[in-house]
C-alpha cells in the first residue's frame, strides 16, 4: 500500500483513522508512507505518531516533484514482496474490508482484468453548494460513467486512489509516468494498450472534497491539463493506438480526456458571445455564426442544458440522496468554475506542463460514518 504524502503535517491523525482501520492480516500487509525527503513540517508531525506498522521512506529530491514520481520510487524498493499493490491518499477513509474484496474479486475474475477501482466519494459532501456540486459529479462519474465506459470495453482511466492491481501487472505496464499530472488516467490507458480491461470494485472510499472555489480550481485545472496531456502523449502514434485499443475506443478516449477539458474551455467563450448577441446582436456574430450553425446552438442550449440539470435530478433520486437536488439544479454556475478551471489548464499546458499544483488537504474533517460496503 502506497500513501504519498507531501506538505501535510496535519494528515498523520487522518491517517491513523482512516487507512489504519483496514480489516487485513497484518503479515500480509506493507504500508510504505512516501515522504520526500526536504519535507521536514510532515516528517516532524511522523515523530510523536504510532505508525508501527507503516514503513516511513524518504523519496529523495529529484525533479519532477510529483506523486508519480514518489510512487515509483517507493515501488523501486528492493525489499518488496507484495502480489498486489494499491494507492491511497493520507485523508482517504477506505472501506475497511476493500483490501480483502479486491483479493477475493482478483481471484474470481478472468486474467484479463487488469485492475479494480474502488468507487470514490466525499465524507464532507453536505459541507457547502461546492462540496454537494462536486459529490454528484463523482456520484455520476464513479456509478454510471466508468462502469458504462467498462461495459462498452473503452478506456477506463482511473482515479488517483483506491485502484488495485497486481504488481507484476504494474511493472508490465511501466509503472506511473512522472511527468504526467494526471498519472492515474494515464495509467488506465497504458493498462488497456496491454490488453488489460478496468473494473468497478463495489467498494467505497470516502474523500475529502474541496470546499474552497479558489482550491477547486487549482485542483480542477491539474486534472483537466493531465487529461489532455494523457490524449497528446498517446495520440503520438494515433494508428498504432486505434491498432491495439480499436477505433472506438480512440475516439472515446479523446472525447473524455481531450474533450471534457477543450468542450468546458468553449463554453465559457460561447456563453459570452451569447450574452454579446442578447445584449447587442453585433454583426460579426452574425457572420461568424450563419443560421444554421446559430439554430443547433439554440436547440442545443434549449434542450441539452435543462436535460443535463434533469439527469441530474434523476441521479439525486436514485443515489438516494435528495439533499443535493438543489445543488442540481443549480448545476449551470458548477459548469462556470469547470470552464475557469479549464481555461487554466490549457494554459499551464503551455506553460507549465509538468508543474504539480498542490491540492491543500484538511479543510474539514471526516464526519460520516466509515463505508461498509459498495451499497452506502
Not at 506523486?67 to 477513509?93: R, W
Not at 468553449?266 to 451569447?274: D, E, P
Not at 468554475?337 to 487554466?344: E, M, P, T
Not at 491540492?359 to 460496503?373: I, Q
Request: glycine fraction near 6%; aromatic fraction near 10%.
Amino acid at each position: 500500500m502506497l500513501l504519498p504524502v507531501y506538505d501535510e503535517p496535519s494528515i498523520v491523525s487522518n491517517l491513523i483513522n482512516g487507512v489504519g482501520r483496514l480489516d487485513y492480516p497484518s503479515d500480509k500487509l506493507e504500508i510504505l508512507l512516501l515522504v520526500e525527503e526536504d519535507d521536514i513540517a510532515t516528517q516532524r508531525a511522523l515523530f510523536d505518531a504510532d505508525l508501527r506498522s507503516v514503513r516511513i521512506v524518504l523519496v529523495p529530491h529529484s525533479m519532477p516533484r510529483t506523486k508519480p514520481k514518489a510512487c515509483n520510487y517507493g515501488m523501486s524498493l528492493p525489499d518488496l514482496k507484495g502480489e498486489m499493490v494499491t494507492i491511497y491518499d493520507a485523508e482517504d477513509i477506505p472501506d475497511p474490508l476493500q483490501l480483502r474484496r479486491a483479493v477475493v474479486a482478483f481471484r474470481r475474475v478472468p486474467p484479463e482484468i487488469g485492475c479494480l477501482q474502488a468507487r470514490l466519494a466525499y465524507f464532507n459532501e453536505r459541507q457547502n453548494l461546492l462540496t454537494r456540486w462536486f459529490s454528484l459529479e463523482y456520484d455520476q462519474w464513479f456509478g454510471i460513467v466508468l462502469p458504462a465506459v467498462d461495459e462498452l470495453r473503452g478506456v477506463v482511466p482511473l482515479g488517483g486512489t483506491s485502484n488495485h492491481m497486481r504488481t507484476r501487472v504494474w511493472r508490465e505496464v511501466g509503472g506511473w509516468d512522472e511527468y504526467n499530472v494526471t498519472e492515474d488516467a494515464d495509467l488506465g490507458v497504458r493498462l488497456a494498450r496491454h490488453g488489460y480491461r478496468t473494473l468497478i470494485l463495489d467498494s467505497i472510499t470516502l474523500e475529502e472534497a474541496n470546499s474552497d472555489v479558489v482550491n477547486w480550481i487549482r485542483q480542477r485545472s491539474r486534472w483537466y491539463k493531465g487529461y489532455l496531456q494523457t490524449m497528446l502523449v498517446h495520440l503520438r502514434s494515433p494508428v498504432k493506438l486505434r491498432n491495439t485499443i480499436g477505433i472506438k475506443s480512440t475516439l472515446r478516449l479523446i472525447n473524455m480526456t481531450g474533450g471534457v477539458p477543450v468542450t468546458a474551455a468553449i463554453n465559457l467563450i460561447f456563453w459570452f458571445t451569447m450574452l454579446i448577441w442578447v445584449l447587442g446582436r453585433p454583426a460579426f456574430v452574425a457572420e461568424v455564426f450563419p443560421p444554421l450553425t446559430y439554430y443547433i446552438c439554440l436547440v442545443l442550449f434549449i434542450v441539452g442544458a435543462p436535460l443535463s440539470i434533469f439527469v441530474g435530478l434523476v441521479a439525486t433520486q436514485a443515489l438516494g440522496k435528495p439533499y443535493l437536488w438543489w445543488a442540481a439544479l443549480l448545476a449551470p454556475l458548477y459548469w462556470l468554475l469547470q470552464s475557469v478551471a479549464a481555461l487554466k489548464a490549457l494554459y499551464q499546458l503551455v506553460f507549465r506542463p509538468f508543474f504539480w499544483e498542490k491540492t491543500v488537504h484538511g479543510l474539514t474533517h471526516p464526519t460520516a460514518p466509515t463505508p461498509t460496503n459498495g451499497g452506502n
